[in-house]
């Protein structure tokens, strides 16, 4: 917010910076994937944002390349959308809220579980972080809720393709998209883990050129809605 003013009228009025820069999602989808060197420099910018936003409190809960904008000259990003973000304090942060969107939310969401909102955020992040190497949404096949909890029930492992990252970063991704709640890592560690990265990163693996390549991907619209809340054997998503 850059500037507010209550009018004669009495309506109150507030001033936004404009943002001219895509989504993330669109720029995957449409322009390129990522190289290992910007998707670093991504997640670190998100991260960070991610884990102030925890001191505070607040949990996105609904974090995807569609509430990214991303400027490609740059690479800086901005999370926007906080429609379905939860207030929580920060030394309990746990949650029956089970909004978000699907192909981005944690397990132990979907399941209608009590659940740690920051654990489940980090889940989400490691998701996009995903994304945007791969091209898209390791569930990307899943055409329904049922199909999705499914695969979750299998608990198998969902690794990045050894060509597309350096070992360093598919380890810090494993972390992040633990099963566990438990054993993900947090915000705090990742931010330390990604900043020494970032400094390293014209060592690290670059399989792809500085802004990767074009992919193309098969999402399906039934389950890539937000919803707002799932009831067990729904088989379709509410649209936001």
Same mark, same amino acid.
Not at 138 to 145: A, E, N, S
């Given at each position: ?100 969107? /699907? &192909? $981005?939310?944690?397990?132990? !969401? =979907? ?9 489940? *955020? ?38 990045? /393709? &050894? $060509?597309?990252?350096?070992? !360093? =970063? ?9 099963? *566990? ?60």
């Amino acid at each position: 917010m850059l500037d507010s003013e209550k009018r004669c009228d009495g309506r109150g009025v507030i001033y936004l910076e404009y943002q001219s820069d895509p989504t993330l999602n669109f720029y995957i989808h449409n322009v390129s994937t990522l190289s290992e060197t910007v998707a670093v420099d991504v997640m670190h910018s998100l991260v960070d944002a991610v884990d102030y936003l925890h001191t505070v409190g607040i949990s996105h809960h609904d974090i995807k390349p569609d509430n990214i904008l991303f400027n490609c000259l740059n690479h800086t990003i901005k999370l926007f959308d906080f429609g379905l973000a939860v207030c929580v304090e920060p030394k309990t942060p746990y949650s029956r809220c089970n909004a978000g969107s /699907p &192909l $981005y939310m944690a397990p132990e !969401v =979907l399941m209608h579980e009590t659940h740690n909102v920051f654990s489940a *955020d980090v889940w989400s992040m490691g998701i996009c972080l995903y994304e945007i190497l791969v091209g898209k949404s390791p569930f990307w096949y899943c055409k329904d809720i049922d199909e999705l909890e499914v695969e979750w029930g299998h608990q198998k492992e969902i690794s990045i /393709p &050894l $060509y597309l990252c350096s070992s !360093v =970063l598919r380890n810090v991704y494993a972390q992040m998209v633990a099963y *566990d709640p438990d054993r993900r890592i947090s915000t705090g560690d990742l931010k330390k883990i990604l900043s020494k990265i970032s400094k390293k990163k014209h060592g690290i693996g670059n399989s792809l050129s500085e802004s990767g390549e074009k992919r193309t991907t098969c999402r399906t619209s039934s389950v890539q809605g937000v919803i707002i809340s799932i009831h067990k054997k729904k088989t379709t998503a509410k649209k936001k």
